[in-house]
Each structure stands twice: as C-alpha cells, then as structure tokens.
C-alpha cells in the first residue's frame, strides 16, 4: 500500500540537482577524512614491513608492540570516522599488542588486511576526493584568467597546453564542466567504496567471542527496562498533572453547586457547567494517554492507515510508503509508530526539511523502516548536545533506541552535516 499526504509528488529537477550537490560535498569531505587515515595507514605499513624485515634481525621484536598499538590505535581512529559518517561501526574487544598472541588474534588479522586496503585503495580514493575539486575549479574558471598566462603555459589539468583563444579557453570551461559532472556522479560512490574495507573488517566479526553478544543483551535488557520505566513515568505526569487536576475540580465543583442548588439556584447551575467542560476535559486528556500506551488507530486501521494519519498531521510535506502484507505482534506495530511518530516530530522541530519520507517493508520476518528527510543534517550531534544538557532520554533518538532495544531490533542513522539524514530501522515481526 502506498500513500502520500500533500508535498508527497516527484521533486523536480531543480531539488534534485540540489540533493545531489549536498550529497557529493558530503562524499568529499568523507573521502579528505579518508585522505587523513589512508595516509597515517601508509606509515603505518611502511613502518610495519620495517618492523618484519629487521625482525630476521631481532632487532624488530623491539618495536613489533608498539607497532601494534599503532594498528590498534588507528583502526579505532577509522571507526569513530566511519561513525561519523553513517551507522556506528561497533569494535571487537581490544586487540592484544603482545606479538605471539597477535599473529593468532582474528581481530589483529582482519586490522592488518584493512591497513592494507586503506593505505593503497582508500589513499588513491581520498587524493581523488582532494583533485577532482581542484581540478574543476582550475578548468571551470580557466576562460576568466587565461589572458594572464604565459605564451606556451599549459592550461588545462590534464596537461594539455591550448593556444590564447576564446575558443580554446571555452573547450577548457567544457573540461572543468566533465570533472563537476564526474564530482556528482562518482563522489558518492568513491566515498562508500574508500568505507567498505573498514565496515567489513573493523567491525565485530563471527569470529570475535561471545562475551560481545552477552554485553549486548544485557544492554538490550537495560533499554528495555528503562524504555518501560519513562512510559511509565510519562502516563503517571498525564495524569497527575492534567487529568487529576481536572477530576479534583469536578469535585469542589459539584460540591459547591450541591451545597448552593438551594438558596441560589442559578449559580449552581453556572458552577455545574464549568463541572461539566472539566469533567470532558478530563475523558479528553483520558482519551489522550491511552491512545499514547497503545493507539487504537493500529488496531483499526493497521499500520499503513496509521502512518497515513501521522503524515497528514506532520507539518512537513511526507510520503508514506507501506508493503507489508503480514501484520506484526501488536507490541512491534506499536514500536515501528511511534518511531515514525518521534522520527517525523524531530523533523519538524529540528531539521528544517522541505521533504521527508517513510518507507516500510515486510520481508523474512522482519519489519524494515526507512525515515528519510533533505535537513540540514547533523541529528547524532543534536541528540549527544542534549544528552550533555541533561536531557532525559525517553524521547528523541535516545528513546527510539530504547523502544528498538527493547526488541532486539537495530537502528542506523546516517546524518552528515548538511544532510540528509536518514533513519533505518529493523525490527522482528513476532516475538
């Protein structure tokens, strides 16, 4: 089932360009930052064959250690970049820099074949990601200063010398346009390319001992319980701050209409009424905090209808996007809105987005969410700030990470400054 609230009809080409320019200033910058790692990584190899070579010596074993704390130290600098980047790149536990045990350690292994990649691949990536720039630049412009160089002076990037005329000077323009479009097409790509050894071989392994998986549980157990405490403590406020309050003022109400219904009839009739409009207000707020535990839209609709409504409400123009035939424990439905509900609230508090969209499928016993929006970006670095503000962390992204602990689902967000950001989450269907 597919719907769509108003804004939701295809961008047209002028967003398009736009989107596609913010997402290669983005590749760029990720591919200089890859330039950084790629270049530490190429010492560090220097240093490391160094290290082999004078080890048929002895010498080497000297500094094998700290030529792994090197490796060690470098391949967690490239994971918190990654992370930076796009979904967190969880590590195994700590690498041991003791050379006996390292040449049998997976984790040591798996770091020394990504220093390989990294050092040569990710180096020749990220030199591209510092040219291409430069390049465009040199040529684009090449038609404003061409009169200042000179006679013989080569004039395009490739090295191509051009004699001093309009015509000439435009062919070099025309270069500079293929190097923007070679910049638009191809950084995104190159970015995710200069990333991939380090997702594949930085991360956590089958390999890597069950201790990970016991942390991560308990983790998952802790969120959960601390998900359950704040919607605990979330319908208590509602209630004691609004729909108590107002129950309390139905009673002093209704006994002073009681003791005045005699002597001054007409103002018992006054002081019913406003018990009345308290006493609605009450079954309203009521009404509110129980569609907050479960909303009964669900259960009527089912997940696409309540979606729908979510994005007709949102303020920002949303697309709704829903496949998914087979319908989920009530508890999953319940999780994946509102997610979508605390997803689009954050959009439109924070964002700034002209455009969002909520994609879900159902596929393999797993219920997969796709929250898109084209912000201005940044939503970790938003939900850390107000985490050191003392924020709590039942709503924002911290609560969303609590509910999707809660069942053992993942959640990656991908929010590069300047966006866009985008929120995928997986949960099982049935528990």
Request: aromatic share 2%.
């Amino acid at each position: 089932m597919a719907t769509s609230n108003r804004g939701g009809g295809r961008p047209g080409v002028r967003g398009s360009v736009v989107r596609a320019a913010r997402a290669a200033v983005v590749a760029l910058e990720e591919l200089v930052g890859g330039l950084g790692t790629a270049l530490l990584a190429l010492s560090v190899l220097i240093w490391a064959a160094v290290t082999a070579v004078t080890s048929l010596a002895g010498v080497g074993l000297l500094m094998a250690p700290l030529v792994l704390r090197a490796l060690h130290a470098l391949a967690g600098r490239e994971r918190a970049r990654l992370g930076r980047w796009g979904p967190e790149v969880v590590g195994p536990d700590p690498a041991p820099t003791r050379l006996r045990l390292a040449l049998v350690d997976p984790v040591t292994r798996r770091e020394l074949r990504w220093l390989l990649r990294h050092a040569s691949l990710g180096l020749l990536l990220g030199l591209c990601g510092l040219l291409l720039p430069l390049l465009a630049a040199r040529d684009a412009t090449f038609p404003l200063y061409w009169r200042l160089l000179p006679e013989g002076a080569t004039s395009t990037s490739l090295g191509i010398g051009v004699a001093q005329g309009w015509a000439d000077a435009l062919a070099a323009a025309l270069l500079g346009l293929g190097w923007i479009a070679i910049i638009l097409g191809l950084s995104p790509g190159m970015a995710r390319l200069q990333a991939g050894p380090g997702r594949a071989l930085l991360s956590a392994g089958p390999d890597t001992d069950l201790s990970l998986r016991v942390a991560e549980l308990t983790a998952t157990r802790a969120a959960a319980l601390d998900a359950h405490a704040t919607e605990l403590r979330r319908i208590e406020r509602s209630l004691h701050d609004g729909t108590q309050n107002r129950l309390v003022t139905v009673t002093v109400l209704l006994g002073a209409a009681r003791r005045m219904v005699a002597r001054d009839p007409a103002g018992a009739e006054e002081l019913l009424e406003r018990a009345q409009s308290a006493a609605e207000q009450a079954l309203s707020e009521l009404r509110s905090v129980a569609r907050g535990i479960l909303p009964p839209v669900l259960a009527d609709r089912g997940l696409a209808g309540a979606l729908t409504g979510l994005a007709a409400s949102c303020p920002v123009p949303c697309t709704i996007d829903v496949e998914a035939p087979e319908r989920c424990a009530a508890s999953v439905e319940a999780t994946a809105y509102f997610v979508v509900a605390e997803a689009l609230t954050n959009i439109a508090k924070h964002s700034g987005a002209r455009q969002a969209g909520v994609t879900v499928r159902s596929h393999g016993g797993r219920l997969l969410l796709d929250i898109t929006d084209d912000g201005r970006g940044g939503a970790g670095d938003t939900s850390r700030a107000a985490g050191a503000r003392g924020e709590h962390g039942g709503s924002g992204l911290t609560g969303i990470r609590n509910r999707i602990a809660a069942h053992d689902g993942t959640l990656e967000l991908a929010s590069p400054p300047g966006g866009p950001t985008t929120l995928k989450v997986e949960l099982p269907c049935g528990l």
